[in-house]
C-alpha cells in the first residue's frame, strides 16, 4: 500500500524480511485507539468531513474485534489496520485517516501506550509481592535466622530482617518503574516522519484524549528516541536480577542439606526418574529468564547505540524485545508471590544451625568493647575462643573458665567475667541489645515494618490513580468515538 514511488511488489521472502507483523499483534489495539484520537482531532480541526470521521471510526471500531493473528502481505500492523479501515470506509474517507501522520510517530505511541499500562501492572504486582513480604516479616519477628557472609554464619538475625532487605531492593524497583512512567506517558503523536507537518493539527488534542500528561515535542526526538523502552528494560533487568538472588536464596534455603525452608507442591516438580525429588524449578526458571531479560537489555542498547538522528528500521527489532520483557517480569512477580505466601518455615532447623555455629561471636567482642576493652583486643580473644571450641567441638558457651583462660593474651578482662559474658550472650539477648538503625534489632523491625507498610500504601494509591486517569481517558475517547459513530450524517 506505501509502495507509491516503486514498481511491483515486494519479493516475498523480502516481505518475510521486513514485516514485523508478528511482532506486533501486542500492539494493535493501541494502535486502533491512537489512529480513533487522530481522526477526532482531524474533525475537530475541520481537516475532515463529519461523515468522513464517523465512516473511520466506525470501520476502526469494528477491527477491535478483529483476529490479526491471520497472514498478511501488510508489513506492519499500522499498514494492515489502515488497509483494513480504507477497505471497510472506502478509499474516499479511509483514505484520509492517515493524514498528517507518519508510521514513524505511530509505532513510537503504539509503543508508548504499551509500555506505560504494562509499568502499571509491573507497578500493580510489585505493590502486592511487596506487601506480602511485608507481611511475613510482621510474623516472623521472633523467628531467629543465621545471616550470612561468604555464605558463612556471620551474625544472628530475624527472619524478618531477611525478609524487609528484599522488600527494599523491591521498593528500588517499584520506584525505578514509578519514575519512569512520567516519562513513557508523553506523546509522540503528530510529530510525523521527522519534521511535523504543515497541516493544522492540534497534538495537545490528541494526547488528552490518550491520556497523556505532555508532549515529546521535539519531532526529531519523537520519532527517533528509544531510551524509554532501554529505560523500561533496564528496570526490569535490575529487578529480576534482585528476583534472582531472592530465588537462590530459596533454593539454598530449601535444600535437604539447610532445609530452613519448604517450598509448597504447588511450586516444586519432581523428577522422571527420582520418586524422591521435589526440585525448585519454579526458582531456578526465575534465574533462568533473568538471563533472558538481561539479553533484552543488552540487544536494544547495541541496537540504538549506533544510530543517526531520524528515524531507521532498525527500530523495528526493538519491539522484539519488550513484549517478552513485559511477559516475564509479570508472571515471575506473580509466580513468586504466590510461592511467599505458600512456604512454611523450619524454625527448628533454623535455631539448630544457629546453635551449631558461632554467630554470636561479635555480640561477645563488643560487649568487651562497651567494658573499656579495644575492638581490635577483644576480636583476638574472642578469635581465640572460637579457635578453641572448634578444635574442641564445643559451642562457645560449652568452654570452661580454664579453657578461657587459656585464651586470654594478658590482662585485659578476668576469666570468670568473661566466662559469664559468654554465657549470658544468646541469640535471644543479642538480638535485644542490637540498636543501630535497619539491624536485625527487635524494636528495629518494629519499627520497619510499620514504615514499609506506610510506603507500600501511598505506591498503591499512586499506581490506582495513574491507572484509573488512562482508563478514564479512554473511555471518554471511546464515548466520543461512538457519539460521532451515531451522529457521523
Excluded at 3 to 27: A, H, M, P, V, W
Excluded at 145 to 162: D, I, K, R
Excluded at 202 to 216: C, E, H, N, W
Excluded at 231 to 248: C, G
Aim: hydrophobic share 35%; proline share 2%; net charge neutral.
Amino acid at each position: 500500500m506505501y509502495r507509491s514511488r516503486l514498481e511491483g511488489k515486494l519479493d516475498e521472502n523480502t516481505l518475510e524480511f521486513l514485516s514485523s507483523i508478528s511482532d506486533d499483534f501486542q500492539i494493535a489495539l493501541y494502535d486502533i485507539l491512537g489512529s480513533q484520537a487522530h481522526t477526532l482531532m482531524l474533525f475537530n480541526n475541520k481537516i475532515i468531513t463529519k461523515p468522513e470521521a464517523g465512516k473511520i471510526l466506525d470501520a476502526l471500531e469494528k477491527l477491535k474485534e478483529e483476529d490479526f493473528s491471520a497472514e498478511s502481505e501488510a508489513e506492519d500492523i499500522h499498514e494492515l489496520i489502515e488497509s483494513l479501515v480504507i477497505k471497510k470506509a472506502g478509499k474516499e474517507a479511509g483514505g484520509k485517516m492517515h493524514t498528517a501522520r507518519s508510521r514513524n510517530d505511530q509505532v513510537t505511541l503504539d509503543m508508548r501506550m504499551k509500555i506505560r499500562n504494562d509499568v502499571n501492572i509491573v507497578c500493580f504486582c510489585l505493590n502486592e509481592t511487596i506487601s506480602t513480604l511485608i507481611q511475613l516479616a510482621e510474623k516472623h519477628q521472633n523467628t531467629i535466622v543465621p545471616l550470612y557472609t561468604h555464605l558463612q554464619q556471620a551474625q544472628v538475625g530475624l527472619f524478618s530482617h531477611f525478609l524487609l532487605a528484599y522488600a527494599d531492593a523491591l521498593f528500588r524497583d517499584l520506584d525505578r518503574f514509578y519514575v519512569t512512567y512520567g516519562r513513557i506517558n508523553e506523546s509522540p503523536l503528530g510529530a510525523g516522519p521527522v519534521g511535523g507537518t504543515s497541516i493544522p493539527i492540534d497534538r495537545q488534542f490528541t494526547a488528552k484524549m490518550l491520556g497523556f500528561k505532555g508532549l515529546v515535542e521535539n519531532s526529531i526526538d519523537a520519532t527517533s528516541s528509544r531510551d524509554f523502552v532501554a529505560e523500561y528494560v533496564s528496570n526490569s533487568s535490575i529487578m529480576m536480577t534482585n528476583l534472582s538472588r531472592m530465588a537462590e536464596d530459596f533454593i539454598i534455603w530449601s535444600t535437604s542439606e539447610f532445609s530452613f525452608l519448604e517450598l509448597s507442591d504447588k511450586f516444586t516438580s519432581t523428577s522422571s526418574v527420582m520418586p524422591q525429588k521435589k526440585n525448585p524449578d519454579i526458582l531456578e526458571l526465575i534465574r533462568g529468564k533473568t538471563a533472558q531479560v538481561i539479553g533484552y537489555q543488552m540487544a536494544i542498547l547495541s541496537n540504538l547505540k549506533g544510530l543517526p538522528s531520524g528515524y531507521n528500521r532498525d527500530l523495528q527489532q526493538i519491539k522484539v524485545s519488550i513484549w517478552p520483557t513485559s511477559k516475564i517480569i509479570i508472571s515471575s512477580l506473580i509466580v513468586i508471590n504466590s510461592l511467599l505466601k505458600t512456604m512454611t518455615v523450619n524454625e527448628k532447623k533454623l535455631r539448630q544451625a544457629i546453635d551449631g555455629g558461632f554467630s554470636i561471636s561479635l555480640d561477645i567482642a563488643e560487649h568487651l568493647v562497651r567494658k573499656g576493652i579495644p575492638f581490635r583486643v577483644s576480636h583476638k580473644i574472642v578469635g581465640h575462643l572460637v579457635q578453641m571450641a572448634d578444635k574442641s567441638k564445643k559451642s562457645l558457651t560449652e568452654l570452661s573458665i580454664s579453657e578461657i583462660k587459656k585464651t586470654i593474651p594478658s590482662n585485659e578482662i578476668d576469666s570468670k567475667d568473661l566466662y559469664k559474658i559468654i554465657q549470658s550472650t544468646t541469640p535471644e539477648s543479642s538480638l535485644e541489645t542490637r540498636q543501630s538503625q535497619g539491624s536485625s534489632g527487635k524494636h528495629e523491625q518494629q519499627r520497619m515494618i510499620a514504615d514499609r507498610k506506610r510506603k507500600i500504601q501511598a505506591y498503591v494509591m499512586g499506581t490506582r490513580k495513574r491507572t484509573n486517569e488512562v482508563r478514564e481517558a479512554i473511555e471518554s475517547l471511546e464515548n466520543a468515538v461512538n457519539t460521532l459513530i451515531k451522529n457521523k450524517t
